[in-house]
T-cell receptor, first 113, second 112 residues
Framework: NAGVMQNPRHLVRRRGQEARLRCSPM?????VYWYRQLPEEGLKFMVY????????ESGMPKERFSAEFPKEGPSILRIQQVVRGDSAAYFCASSSVIQEGYTFGSGTRLTVV | DQQVKQNSPSLSVQEGRISILNCDYTNSMFDYFLWYKKYPAEGPTFLIS?????DKNEDGRFTVFLNKSAKHLSLHIVPSQPGDSAVYFCAASVAGANNLFFGTGTRLTVIP
């Protein structure tokens, strides 16, 4: 039973390019969450999705960031026109119910040069 | 607005001694609390949790204590082992919600 799979592990983008981060939840998990960890900071909630629905996007920056979790395929976090401040580790997690905690993926480290 | 706070960024403990990691929160609606452990270049892994109806939960060497009136929880690790060296995140959730609010983490170093 594979865990939460994130790819790529490392992503380098030039300023102005687009970044696409993918996350496949654990089998049987229908809830997906994206978190961002900036250098020297904790994990910041970005968005919570279920299949084809965004449940809570209160942590998403208003511009350039979007997320989806289609009926088929992985969840995608998309960052358009990346800037240096977007450089961070982006973690995806999935869960069935909250009392079991989240299962996190290994993260995607985005570097904007 | 940091609703979950871990005021100690780092902690060093001798092997075999007790490690105590602290966490404070501001939102009185939080009713479920979790601790996660994170090694470098890996995602956080769930360690232990506690519901607000309890004040203590124990799992092997790990015990979490909750003081609701003080809005404070702590994680005790005893005896500490070098393999416990990691960053520990405290997290909390509101009843009925699935998203977690995380603290900024405490880096624990267990010295052999």
């Amino acid at each position: 039973n594979a865990g939460v799979m994130q790819n790529p592990r490392h992503l380098v983008r030039r300023r102005g390019q687009e970044a696409r981060l993918r996350c496949s939840p654990m089998k049987g998990h229908s809830h997906v969450y994206w978190y961002r960890q900036l250098p020297e900071e904790g994990l910041k909630f970005m968005v919570y999705l279920q299949k084809e629905n965004i449940i809570d996007e209160s942590g998403m920056p208003k511009e350039r960031f979007s997320a989806e979790f289609p009926k088929e395929g992985p969840s995608i976090l998309r960052i358009q026109q990346v800037v240096r401040g977007d450089s961070a580790a982006y973690f995806c997690a999935s869960s069935s119910v909250i009392q079991e905690g989240y299962t996190f993926g290994s993260g995607t480290r985005l570097t904007v040069v | 607005d940091q609703q979950v706070k871990q005021n100690s960024p780092s902690l060093s403990v001798q092997e075999g001694r007790i490690s105590i990691l602290n966490c404070d929160y501001t939102n009185s609606m939080f009713d479920y609390f979790l601790w996660y452990k994170k090694y470098p270049a890996e995602g956080p892994t769930f360690l232990i949790s506690i519901s607000s109806i309890k004040d203590k939960n124990e799992d092997g060497r790990f015990t979490v204590f909750l003081n609701k009136s003080a809005k404070h929880l702590s994680l005790h690790i005893v005896p500490s082992q070098p393999g416990d060296s990691a960053v520990y995140f405290c997290a909390a959730s509101v009843a009925g919600a699935n998203n977690l609010f995380f603290g900024t983490g405490t880096r624990l170093t267990v010295i052999p």
